[in-house]
């Protein structure tokens, strides 16, 4: 026999989902007020099933630069990853207090071989 429970989230469920958010959008509001380069957009993830820390993903809409200044003003670690189509995904990470950072963009693919060479030389330079 299974049982589901049908019953809404405790008080102390609640809580601390909560307080995760507030942690995370005071650090973003913190964040956003010392950065150069203010992001596209900025989501906040905080899941009331699991203990992970809360997340804070800033987006850069095709804006490698920015978003490395970002990176540079929070002190983020930086991995990139091509694609098959050739478009380049950066991401760069880091914990503070608590919550987990996230800054990404993803560059458009190059339409050409001499396009090809810029971006290599681009991100060999980075």
Same mark, same amino acid.
């Given at each position: 026999?299974? $049982?589901?429970?049908?019953?809404?989230?405790?008080?102390?469920?609640?809580?601390?989902?909560?307080? +995760?958010?507030? =942690?995370?959008?005071?650090?973003?509001?913190?964040?956003?007020?010392?950065?150069?380069?203010?992001?596209?957009? /900025?989501?906040? +993830? =905080?899941?009331?099933?699991?203990?992970? =820390?809360?997340?804070?993903? /800033?987006? /850069?809409?095709? *804006?490698?630069?920015? !978003?490395?200044?970002?990176?540079? *003003?929070? !002190?983020?670690?930086?991995? !990139?990853?091509?694609?098959?189509?050739?478009?380049?995904?950066?991401?760069?990470?880091?914990? !503070?207090?608590?919550?987990?950072?996230?800054?990404?963009?993803?560059?458009?693919?190059?339409?050409?071989?001499?396009?090809? +060479?810029? $971006?290599?030389?681009?991100?060999?330079? $980075?």
């Amino acid at each position: 026999m299974t $049982a589901e429970n049908t019953e809404p989230a405790t008080q102390d469920a609640d809580s601390t989902q909560r307080n +995760r958010y507030m =942690a995370a959008l005071s650090l973003a509001e913190t964040l956003i007020s010392q950065t150069a380069t203010l992001p596209t957009s /900025f989501t906040v +993830r =905080a899941s009331a099933w699991t203990d992970d =820390a809360p997340e804070l993903r /800033f987006y /850069f809409h095709r *804006d490698v630069p920015g !978003m490395r200044q970002f990176r540079d *003003d929070q !002190m983020l670690t930086e991995t !990139m990853e091509t694609r098959a189509d050739g478009s380049v995904h950066c991401e760069a990470t880091r914990d !503070m207090d608590g919550v987990r950072v996230n800054a990404w963009t993803l560059s458009d693919p190059p339409t050409d071989d001499a396009e090809q +060479r810029t $971006a290599d030389a681009e991100q060999v330079t $980075a």
